[in-house]
C-alpha cells in the first residue's frame, strides 16, 4: 500500500484495493516516510475504515493531535460497547469518544474533574449504555493508568445512546431529563414511588424515552384515537389527569402538541405502573 498523507509517526492514509482511503496506524508506520512511498505492513496494528467520508475527515483530523494509545482504547470501549449492547452503531462514536477520552484524560492532568448531575437518571434510563460506561472506566484504568471517578460513566454512556439513534445528534441528555420530568409528575401526582425492577416500568420508561425523542426532532403520532381516549379517559379518570399534566408541561416548554394518540399511549403506560398502588 502506497502513502497518500501522513498524519504523524504513528499514523497514515492509504487506500485499499477498491481505491477507498483507510487509516493505518502502528508505532513508527510513518517515521522517516513521505507521500508516495511504501507501507511496511508489518508495522501496522490497526486498520481503520469508516464508511461515511465526513466521519472519516473528523476522525483523521482528529488522530493528528491523540495519541495512539487513546484511539486504541476507544477502539477496544467501543467494540465491547458493539458486544454488551448488541446494536449497530452510528460511526461517528469513533469520532465522539475518542474525543472525550482525550478530553477528560487532559482535565483529569489539570484537577479538573465534572458531576454529571444526570448520573443516577442516565443509570437508570440507559442501564446497558451504563454498563459499558463502567466498564469504559476500568479499561481506561488497567491500558492508560487514569482512574476516572463514577460521573465518567455517565457522560461515557451518552455517546453510546446517540451513537444507537437514527440521528447523530445530542438528544440523549436532553431524553434523560424530560423522561425525569415526566416520571416526576406522575410520582407527584400519585405521591407514590415506583418498582424500577418490574417490567412495567421498563415498558413505561422505554415508551416515555422514545415519546421524548420524538418531541425533540419535532415529530408527531397522527390524530387517529379520539374515540378510544374518550373512553379510556372516563375509565382511567386518574390516570388520564396524570396524562394530562404531562401535555401541558411539553406543551409550555417545548410548544409541543400531544395529539389523541399519544395520550392514549401515555394514559395507558400510566396505567400499568400504577394499577397497584
Same mark, same amino acid.
Not at 39 to 51: P, S, Y
Not at 72 to 100: A, P, Q, R
Not at 102 to 119: F, G, M, T, V, W
Not at 125 to 150: C, H, M, Q, S, W
Given at each position: 500500500?502506497?502513502?497518500?498523507?501522513?498524519?504523524?509517526?504513528?499514523?497514515?492514509?492509504?487506500?485499499?484495493?477498491?481505491?477507498?482511503?483507510? @487509516? !493505518?496506524?502502528?508505532?513508527?508506520?510513518?517515521?522517516?516516510?513521505?507521500?508516495?512511498? $511504501?507501507?511496511?505492513?508489518?508495522?501496522?496494528?490497526?486498520?481503520? @475504515?469508516?464508511?461515511?467520508?465526513?466521519?472519516?475527515?473528523?476522525?483523521?483530523?482528529?488522530?493528528?493531535?491523540? $495519541?495512539?494509545?487513546?484511539?486504541?482504547?476507544?477502539?477496544?470501549?467501543?467494540?465491547?460497547?458493539?458486544?454488551?449492547?448488541?446494536?449497530? @452503531?452510528?460511526?461517528?462514536?469513533?469520532?465522539? /469518544?475518542?474525543?472525550? %477520552? *482525550?478530553?477528560?484524560?487532559?482535565?483529569?492532568?489539570?484537577?479538573?474533574? !465534572?458531576?454529571? $448531575?444526570?448520573?443516577?437518571?442516565?443509570?437508570?434510563? #440507559? $442501564?446497558?449504555?451504563?454498563?459499558?460506561?463502567?466498564?469504559?472506566?476500568?479499561?481506561?484504568?488497567?491500558? &492508560?493508568?487514569?482512574?476516572?471517578? %463514577?460521573?465518567?460513566?455517565?457522560?461515557?454512556?451518552? *455517546? +453510546?445512546?446517540?451513537?444507537?439513534?437514527?440521528?447523530?445528534?445530542? +438528544?440523549?441528555?436532553?431524553?434523560?431529563?424530560?423522561?425525569?420530568?415526566?416520571?416526576?409528575?406522575?410520582?407527584?401526582?400519585?405521591?407514590?414511588?415506583?418498582?424500577?425492577?418490574? !417490567?412495567?416500568?421498563?415498558?413505561?420508561?422505554? *415508551?416515555?424515552? +422514545?415519546?421524548?425523542?420524538?418531541? @425533540?426532532?419535532?415529530?408527531?403520532?397522527?390524530?387517529?384515537?379520539?374515540? /378510544?381516549?374518550?373512553?379510556?379517559?372516563?375509565? #382511567?379518570?386518574?390516570?388520564?389527569?396524570?396524562?394530562?399534566?404531562?401535555?401541558?408541561?411539553?406543551?409550555?416548554? +417545548?410548544?409541543?402538541? /400531544?395529539?389523541?394518540?399519544?395520550? &392514549?399511549? /401515555?394514559?395507558? *403506560?400510566?396505567?400499568?405502573?400504577?394499577?397497584?398502588?
Amino acid at each position: 500500500m502506497i502513502i497518500k498523507r501522513v498524519l504523524n509517526n504513528n499514523t497514515v492514509i492509504s487506500s485499499n484495493s477498491k481505491g477507498v482511503d483507510v @487509516l !493505518l496506524m502502528g508505532k513508527g508506520v510513518a517515521f522517516g516516510k513521505k507521500k508516495g512511498q $511504501p507501507v511496511d505492513m508489518e508495522q501496522i496494528e490497526k486498520t481503520f @475504515l469508516l464508511k461515511d467520508k465526513e466521519t472519516q475527515s473528523k476522525f483523521t483530523e482528529l488522530l493528528i493531535n491523540v $495519541p495512539m494509545e487513546y484511539i486504541l482504547v476507544s477502539e477496544k470501549i467501543i467494540n465491547f460497547g458493539k458486544i454488551k449492547l448488541g446494536k449497530n @452503531l452510528n460511526e461517528i462514536i469513533y469520532v465522539n /469518544l475518542t474525543d472525550h %477520552i *482525550h478530553s477528560a484524560i487532559e482535565r483529569y492532568q489539570e484537577d479538573i474533574i !465534572l458531576k454529571n $448531575p444526570l448520573r443516577w437518571d442516565i443509570a437508570r434510563f #440507559y $442501564p446497558d449504555e451504563y454498563a459499558v460506561g463502567e466498564k469504559a472506566i476500568e479499561i481506561v484504568r488497567n491500558d &492508560l493508568g487514569v482512574t476516572f471517578e %463514577i460521573d465518567e460513566a455517565a457522560f461515557i454512556a451518552i *455517546h +453510546f445512546v446517540n451513537a444507537e439513534m437514527d440521528r447523530s445528534s445530542d +438528544f440523549a441528555y436532553e431524553i434523560a431529563e424530560i423522561t425525569k420530568k415526566i416520571e416526576t409528575i406522575i410520582k407527584n401526582h400519585y405521591r407514590t414511588e415506583f418498582d424500577e425492577n418490574s !417490567l412495567d416500568y421498563y415498558r413505561f420508561i422505554t *415508551h416515555v424515552k +422514545f415519546f421524548a425523542q420524538r418531541l @425533540l426532532a419535532g415529530d408527531h403520532y397522527d390524530d387517529e384515537d379520539e374515540e /378510544l381516549l374518550n373512553t379510556l379517559k372516563h375509565k #382511567y379518570e386518574g390516570e388520564y389527569a396524570s396524562a394530562l399534566e404531562i401535555k401541558e408541561y411539553v406543551q409550555k416548554d +417545548f410548544e409541543y402538541e /400531544l395529539s389523541s394518540t399519544e395520550l &392514549l399511549y /401515555l394514559t395507558a *403506560h400510566i396505567r400499568r405502573i400504577t394499577k397497584n398502588l
